[in-house]
């Protein structure tokens, strides 16, 4: 079942919707389960709240499998507001963006879990808490898994728009110390860029994102798309593929 609530994320003294996907007999089984907090709660479970009218199915695949709750969070759909929502630095991408991710984090790390905890059977502890997201979601999914490694034992980056802040980026990846047991998963689409060239400069920013993830002593997932695009519709094919990485499952990539 999917249930959805409104929360305050104070930082911006918004209300915004929550999507939580829960097993149906999470009452009665008498177990707590994994929780994966997600970016752009909207487009995960149903066509007719996805921006772009295509979700990426969770519920249907969960549903096959109920492993774990799933927590999503709508972001601002008011101009460029999720741009700044999800960046975690400044940056000089579509003429500027003044990053408030950190906030969001500290807000997600500090508020939202807590409340998750309190009111659900969950496993709170770092290896049953995984974060995922795409394009500025997946970039936010990079940061956290580096930046609140403690909290966060599993990231899910699918096309993660890392070249808005790749210099940041790599600055704190490199100065990080991660636990042996972090996983990330990090996928771009063979058509995300213009042609080759934009192809291969997708592939070297992600290459270079995934070795530096490797020296900080995480253990990363890559994994390029065939005939993927910067869409719903092919982050819907890849949740077979990210979501065992995130449930200490090995996918089938590897």
């Known amino acids: 079942m999917v249930d959805t609530f409104t929360t305050t994320i104070t930082p911006y003294g918004l209300e915004r919707r929550v999507f939580v996907y829960l097993p149906d007999d999470w009452q009665t089984a008498g177990r707590r389960w994994p929780v994966v907090y997600m970016f752009d709660g909207h487009n995960l479970f149903f066509d007719d709240t996805a921006t772009y009218g295509t979700c990426w199915g969770l519920k249907e695949y969960c549903d096959e499998d109920p492993r774990c709750i799933i927590v999503g969070v709508e972001c601002n759909h008011e101009g460029d507001k999720r741009l700044e929502e999800y960046c975690p630095y400044d940056s000089d991408w579509f003429g500027g963006i003044r990053g408030t991710g950190q906030d969001y984090l500290r807000w997600l790390v500090e508020e939202l879990k807590p409340e998750v905890d309190a009111d659900l059977p969950?496993?709170?502890?770092?290896?049953?808490?995984?974060?995922?997201?795409?394009?500025?979601?997946?970039?936010?999914?990079?940061?956290?898994?580096?930046?609140?490694?403690?909290?966060?034992?599993?990231?899910?980056?699918?096309?993660?728009?890392?070249?808005?802040?790749?210099?940041?980026?790599?600055?704190?990846?490199?100065?990080?110390?991660?636990d042996p047991d972090t996983r990330f998963y990090l996928s771009w689409g063979e058509k995300?860029?213009?042609?080759?060239?934009g192809l291969a400069q997708y592939t070297a920013n992600a290459?270079?994102?995934?070795?530096?993830?490797?020296?900080?002593?995480?253990?990363?997932?890559?994994?390029?798309?065939?005939n993927g695009a910067h869409s719903e519709a092919s982050w819907a094919e890849q949740v077979p593929l990210f979501m065992p990485w995130l449930l200490d499952e090995r996918p089938p990539l590897l």
């Not at 709170?124 to 500025?136: K, L, Q, V, W």
């Not at 609140?148 to 490199?174: E, Q, W």
């Not at 995300?192 to 060239?197: D, F, I, L, Q, S």
């Open 122 to 178: 969950t496993l709170p502890d770092r290896a049953h808490t995984s974060i995922a997201g795409s394009s500025m979601g997946g970039l936010m999914s990079i940061y956290a898994g580096v930046r609140h490694n403690d909290v966060f034992g599993r990231a899910g980056c699918l096309s993660p728009s890392v070249r808005a802040c790749l210099g940041p980026l790599l600055a704190d990846i490199n100065a990080a110390r991660l």
């Open 207 to 226: 290459l270079a994102v995934t070795r530096a993830l490797q020296h900080a002593g995480g253990v990363v997932c890559p994994y390029m798309q065939p």
């Open 192 to 197: 995300e860029g213009k042609g080759a060239r």
